[in-house]
Nanobody
Framework: QVQLLESGGGLVQAGGSLRLSCASS????????MAWFRQAPGKEREFVAA???????RYGDSVKGRFTISRDNAKNTVYLQMNSLKPEDTAVYSC???????????????????WGQGTQVTVSS
């Protein structure tokens, strides 16, 4: 099985930055598609960013231009650099992994096989 563990969440002022990390136990991490989703209380889960095993990235409209997803296969880790944070970015951010080999980043939660527990990001105004 694949275990995912997020870290890096916290409280930050609007306009600030955070970097989230997601460490994976997968033996074949380099072949995984990875993604970040977020969900605020009372809100629907929202796609944030994805990166394929080939390195192709895709972002949700609300974060494009502000967030950057990257991966370090040597460390079995995916990152989400979050800049210019806004109060509406406040949510629990979850990491997800797909063991498929899609070359186009998937934005649907159903495309991902494994999920972390999430890390809270709170942005104050």
């Amino acid at each position: 099985q694949v275990q995912l563990l997020e870290s890096g969440g916290g409280l930050v002022q609007a306009g600030g930055s955070l970097r989230l990390s997601c460490a994976s136990s997968g033996r074949t991490f380099s072949s995984y598609g990875m993604a970040w989703f977020r969900q605020a209380p009372g809100k629907e889960r929202e796609f944030v960013a994805a990166i394929t095993w080939t390195g192709t990235t895709r972002y949700g409209d609300s974060v494009k231009g502000r967030f950057t997803i990257s991966r370090d296969n040597a460390k079995n880790t995916v990152y989400l650099q979050m800049n210019s944070l806004k109060p509406e970015d406040t949510a629990v951010y979850s990491c997800a992994a797909s063991t498929g080999r899609a070359v186009i980043p998937a934005t649907g939660a159903g495309s991902y096989d494994y999920w972390g527990q999430g890390t809270q990001v709170t942005v104050s105004s």
